[in-house]
């Protein structure tokens, strides 16, 4: 909304008006669809009209829109193009067991989605995290679901987007934090240094940080009565 006036792109996600719906939904353009597709006051009509559309990026909208209907969600969840079965893990309606199904999917990018589905259960969370696809494992490390014993296995990834994601965890343990606090790359540090559960040790280690900016902030964010700042 700019000046207090709704976009285009705001009147597309909610307007009620069932004739311009209509309109819009049998348009010639699929960037207009594809907007229509996420207004959750869609009817079963509607869904109707755009569960076949050509357009993936229709499908993929239409899939995580909250008001479909579940049997026309599970149409989309079987969807040959992988980023739209992708789409349906976002949706809260997609059935747990379908949501399952999904998490081993030949795809890596539909995987990928699942992985960062909080709804997933930690034995699959578990196997999507030994995943040979980094996207998947990168995904893993960054749910907030993972079980510190997961997160655990992914702060020595060779992968330095994955252990960044660790990093950020909440989850993360603090024994894994300060394990990532002194890892050699500066993102994976800084992770460390923005996660809201960081404990003090792992401050102290990125207090004696090579890199200045690192070690000030470190410094900055140490209690001031903390008994590890014997060691800066």
């Known amino acids: 909304m700019a000046n207090g006036k709704l976009s285009y792109r705001d009147i597309f996600y ?30 079963r009509e509607h869904f109707l009209l755009l569960v076949d559309d050509s357009a993936a990026t229709v499908r993929q909208n239409l899939a995580s829109n909250e008001s479909i209907d579940i049997d026309l969600l599970l149409i989309l969840s079987k969807d040959y193009n992988s980023d739209v079965r992708g789409c349906s893990t976002f949706n809260n309606k997609l059935p747990i067991n379908r949501l399952n199904e999904l998490a081993i999917d030949q ?21 999507l995290s030994t995943d040979e696809s980094p996207m998947v494992r990168k995904n893993v490390a960054a749910n907030i679901s993972c079980s510190t014993e997961i997160l655990s296995s992914l702060i020595t990834d060779k992968s330095d987007q994955i252990r960044m994601n660790a990093g950020r965890n909440p989850s993360t343990a603090g024994k894994d ?31 004696t940080d ?19 700042r014997v060691l800066i």
Not at 220 to 227: A, H, Q, R
């Open 14 to 43: 909610s307007t009620r008006d069932k004739r311009l719906l209509k309109k819009w939904i049998n348009d010639s353009d699929y960037v207009v669809k594809r907007l229509i597709a996420r207004n959750p006051n869609l009817t």
């Open 210 to 228: 090579s890199d200045q900016w690192l070690k000030n902030r470190a410094i900055k964010l140490l209690p001031e009565d903390s008994k590890y």
């Open 177 to 207: 934090l300060e394990i990532l606090a002194s890892d050699e790359k500066w993102g994976v540090k800084m992770s460390v240094l923005n996660n809201k559960n960081v404990n003090e040790r792992s401050l102290a280690i990125l207090a």
């Open 107 to 127: 795809s890596s990018y539909t995987r990928a989605y699942v992985a960062s589905n909080t709804r997933l259960n930690k034995i699959l969370l578990k196997k």
